[in-house]
């Protein structure tokens, strides 16, 4: 649980609302939240997706999750103490964009369900929608990928008795239990992923 230590603040509502930036975007704001294993192919099909988004004149952006390490989560590590933090930020970011307009499409691994649930609860409350999709790819697959060789590290650091904390190696990965999409990455081009997602954000009077 994190810790309050704000205090002597109040909530400011400003001029316009949500319904006002709705209306100037002509779509809904909300998070798309990408989770599965580190090779899985979330950032790609993420990224996809926001330049198919945008070609057809809609706002979205991508929160990838090695990017957002180089500023907002520098200081955070791979502990399960930092992955929490790391999540909990990125949920309330997200909550943010959503009440702007914007379609936050996120890419992180996010291995750990309470903390991908919180993330939902938060845009819940705020009456915001949030749509969990699970890239699902076997992890041997992932290995076999491997594109930034973090799998062979991660067995190295295992046989020589020195553990990571790697995700699906010595580290548990919490596959959702209903997610609103599941995209089977090892069978499907990023387009089609792509095409998958946009579809869904359609029927749910998104775009």
């Keep these: 649980m994190t810790e309050v230590r704000a205090t002597n603040i109040t909530w400011h509502e400003g001029h316009v609302n949500r319904e006002d930036r709705q209306k100037l975007l002509k779509q809904k704001g909300a998070t798309v939240w990408f989770t599965g294993l580190s090779g899985c192919g979330k950032s790609t099909i993420a990224f996809t997706v926001e330049h198919a988004l945008v070609e057809r004149g809609h706002l979205a952006y991508v929160l990838d999750g090695d990017n957002i390490r180089h500023g907002l989560n520098k200081n955070l590590g791979f502990s399960a103490a930092d992955r929490e933090e790391n999540i909990r930020r990125i949920g309330e970011v997200t909550k943010l964009f959503a009440d702007a307009g914007f379609i936050s499409l996120t890419s992180f691994i996010s291995p750990y369900r309470k903390d991908r649930d919180q993330a ?4 819940a409350e705020a009456g915001l929608t949030f749509v969990e999709v699970f890239v699902d790819v076997p992890i041997e697959e992932c290995e076999n990928r491997d594109p930034k060789g973090l799998y062979k590290k991660a067995r190295e650091a295992l046989a020589a008795g020195k553990g990571m904390g790697f ?5 548990p990965y919490e596959a959702p239990v209903s997610p609103e999409i599941v995209i089977a990455n090892a069978k499907v ?3 089609e992923a792509a095409t998958q997602v946009i579809s869904y954000l359609e029927s749910r009077g998104l775009l």
Excluded: L
């Design 167 to 171: 995700t699906g190696v010595d580290d």
């Design 189 to 191: 081009t990023p387009q």
């Design 120 to 123: 939902r609860k938060i845009h």
